[in-house]
């Protein structure tokens, strides 16, 4: 996507960071508003949100979970994630937003969605300098290398158009030397052609009577 290095990083570095948060269903719209107030690329943003994925959102989970709960005042320094369900939590969070039956959210979603969000806050700090400063280094050494491919093929060109005019010319200037010699020789069998006048130079003189 044709933009600014600066652009395309912070871009890329909010869908980054806003994907580190628990907040799964709104990341995509987070991480495009955030991407508006840093002045970076919103495509660039949706692109650096597929970070949370599958494969990556349950080390995502439990690494925010045990900081948060590390973080939080009163909460024990350790705590087992695998007593944990998050995919239940988060089915029964989004089975209560479209029933709009919210009696079980307070003490369903607090003690897990709770703890991750404080641990994920300064994460996603992280993560955003980090993936800013690491995209911004990549983009700008592609574009440049762009820009000079993109210079080296008009030379090119410019070079295969003078070769071949100069090979043109010369094609040029060897058949109008061939249609000269061409010429010449013509003549020259032409003149040898022509009988001799009589009373020339040349014409042997009789015996005179």
Known sequence: ??????????????????????????????????????????????????????????????????????????????????????????????????????DLLPGRLRPIWVPMMVGSLPLAAVSWVVSYWLCRGLIARYQARRRE?????????????????????TLRRWSVHDGRAADHRAGAGDRRGVPMRAGSRNEPRGESG
């Open 1 to 102: 996507m044709p933009d600014s290095p600066h652009r395309l990083a912070a871009g890329v570095a909010c869908g980054v960071a806003v994907s580190l948060t628990p907040l799964v269903g709104i990341q995509f719209v987070l991480a495009a508003l955030l991407a508006v107030l840093v002045r970076g690329n919103v495509l660039a943003s949706a692109a650096g949100s597929f970070i949370a994925n599958p494969w990556t959102l349950p080390a995502i989970w439990d690494v925010t979970y045990l900081l948060g709960r590390w973080m939080l005042p009163g909460s024990p320094g350790e705590a087992n994630p695998n007593t944990l369900d998050y995919l239940e939590t988060f089915g029964a969070v989004a089975a209560a937003v479209l029933t709009l039956n919210f």
């Open 149 to 169: 491919r993109l210079q080296r093929r008009p030379r090119r060109q410019r070079g295969a158009g003078a070769v071949g005019a100069t090979a043109r010319s």
